[in-house]
Nanobody, 124 residues
Framework: QVQLVESGGGLVQAGGSLRLSCAASARTYGTYFMAWFRQAPGKEREFVAT????????VYAESVKGRFTISRDNAKNTVNLQMDTLKPEDTAVYYCAAGTFVRDYSSSSDYTYWGQGTQVTVSS
């Protein structure tokens, strides 16, 4: 069982930055793929970014590529999402997710554990 707790959300103006963090309570944290998803009001949950177990590779959604950076610290059981040059369309609840066997990194169904979410609001 893995518990995930996100933090770092808030209200920011367009063009600003936020850093989200997710703390995991897993002794075998390094065996999990980690990802961030987001869900805007009235929309389906969508993939944002994922990072491999070792942190050696990352993948981003086209909508955030070049603006967001995902990173992890396996010694601290954390995964972060640095969000720069934020846009109003980035407004959503952001979720941290963990999965052991992930075939489609962009599919939410491939991730077993989820955090409660943290709200990010970008004003224009």
């Amino acid at each position: 069982q893995v518990q995930l707790v996100e933090s770092g959300g808030g209200l920011v103006q367009a063009g600003g930055s936020l850093r989200l963090s997710c703390a995991a309570s897993a002794r075998t944290y390094g065996t999990y793929f980690m990802a961030w998803f987001r869900q805007a009001p009235g929309k389906e949950r969508e993939f944002v970014a994922t990072i491999a177990r070792s942190g050696s590779s990352t993948v981003y959604a086209e909508s955030v590529k070049g603006r967001f950076t995902i990173s992890r610290d396996n010694a601290k059981n954390t995964v972060n999402l640095q969000m720069d040059t934020l846009k109003p369309e980035d407004t959503a609840v952001y979720y941290c997710a963990a999965g052991t066997f992930v075939r489609d990194y962009s599919s939410s169904s491939d991730y077993t554990y989820w955090g409660q979410g943290t709200q990010v609001t970008v004003s224009s």
